[in-house]
């Protein structure tokens, strides 16, 4: 999918999140979404795939302005995005093979495919061992990669991962960047994470400080010595 955003506005109450955000993220795409605590990193997510409303500006899905698409299409074009969130977000009810089975059900996939879908997923993030493994039973490095694998098991062309690594110890993390890095090959790929992680060197920085994009190219190392403090 070709995303866009065009002047990109969103607000909360009276509070702006992101003023006139322009990208453009052709099909393919990786890139590392940057900027501490408040920058607007998640509501950029969430724009990107349809989940907040926009006060402002656009968001293109292959030309789309999904403001203008219905209820029905929109959701339908969403089936091509594939979330990871901060926290794993996974039924405490449902074993890990369940969990990622649970989307599939849900766009009818019939149950055979499904089930060799799931232990794909499963066998990619290394899991398949703990399939069915309640989450509560689970580290939380192999929660991030059971909501990962929930993810992947839809085959997104989008992959959005917030801040994945968020609470894990370095060695879990690394597991964490390395997993995505192998998964997503050939798939549009954003990473939100408040500084650049060692082990997932994407090519491409988009860098938010106070809902404003100030970067969109190359790594940049100085804006991130300089996101605390003053401008670089």
Do not use: I
């Amino acid at each position: 999918m070709d995303l866009r955003a065009t002047s990109l506005t969103v607000r909360y109450g009276t509070r702006t999140v992101l003023a006139r955000v322009d990208c453009a993220l052709p099909p393919g795409t990786q890139a590392l979404v940057l900027g501490r605590s408040g920058a607007g990193k998640t509501t950029l997510l969430k724009a990107l795939a349809g989940l907040v409303p926009v006060q402002g500006g656009q968001v293109l899905w292959n030309g789309e302005d999904v403001s203008r698409l219905s209820a029905t299409e929109r959701r339908e074009r969403q089936a091509a995005f594939g979330m990871v969130f901060q926290t794993d977000a996974l039924f405490d009810s449902l074993s890990v093979r369940q969990n990622v089975l649970l989307p599939l059900r849900r766009r009818h996939v019939p149950d055979a495919e499904a089930e060799a879908r799931a232990d794909e997923v499963l066998r990619a993030v290394g899991l398949l061992d703990a399939a069915d493994t309640l989450p509560e039973r689970l580290s939380g490095g192999m929660k991030k990669r059971a909501g990962l694998a929930r993810a992947l098991a839809a085959r997104p062309s989008v992959l959005l991962a917030d801040d994945p690594f968020a609470g894990l110890d370095p060695g879990t993390a690394r597991q964490v960047a390395r997993v995505l890095s192998e998964v997503s090959r050939g798939s549009t790929l954003l990473v939100a994470a408040p500084e650049a992680p060692v082990d997932l060197p994407l090519s491409r920085w988009l860098f938010l400080r106070d809902g404003r994009l100030v970067h969109d190219g190359p790594p940049a190392p100085e804006l991130e010595r300089a996101k605390d403090g003053a401008r670089p």
